[in-house]
């Protein structure tokens, strides 16, 4: 599976941004998925996540209530929206299965970068 994401930019704080996760193959639509970020210095982290089929959506406390992430299945697409972008989201956000980390290669990510 190659992932692609696209979307991200330069915001003012408070702004928005919608990411996107572009996948290739079969496989996109029997996996959960999840956003990552991972800004300059820090470990990579996961900030968003999404079952499968779309029903169920877990997100880190630091994003909770800004982010909305979904995903179209027939489009081998997710999405992740940004609200009340903070200074502190600041980051390259990458796209990945949690469970195929290390098998799925990592995008080359899409930088945001969230100006006060």
């Known amino acids: 599976v190659q992932l692609v994401e696209s979307g991200g930019g330069l915001v003012q704080a408070g702004g928005s941004l919608r990411l996107s996760c572009a996948a290739s193959?079969?496989?996109?639509?029997?996996?959960?998925m999840g956003w990552y970020r991972q800004a300059p210095g820090k470990q990579r982290e996961l900030v968003a996540a999404?079952?499968?089929?779309?029903?169920?959506?877990n997100y880190a406390d630091s994003v909770k209530g800004r982010f909305t992430i979904s995903r179209d299945n027939a489009k081998n697409t997710m999405y992740l929206q940004m609200n009340s972008l903070k200074p502190e989201d600041t980051a390259v956000y990458y796209c990945?299965?949690?469970?195929?980390?290390?098998?799925?290669?990592w995008g080359q990510g899409t930088q945001v970068t969230v100006s006060s």
């Open positions: 193959g079969s496989t996109f639509s029997i996996n959960a």
């Open positions: 999404i079952t499968s089929g779309g029903g169920s959506t």
């Open positions: 990945n299965a949690p469970r195929r980390v290390g098998v799925w290669n």
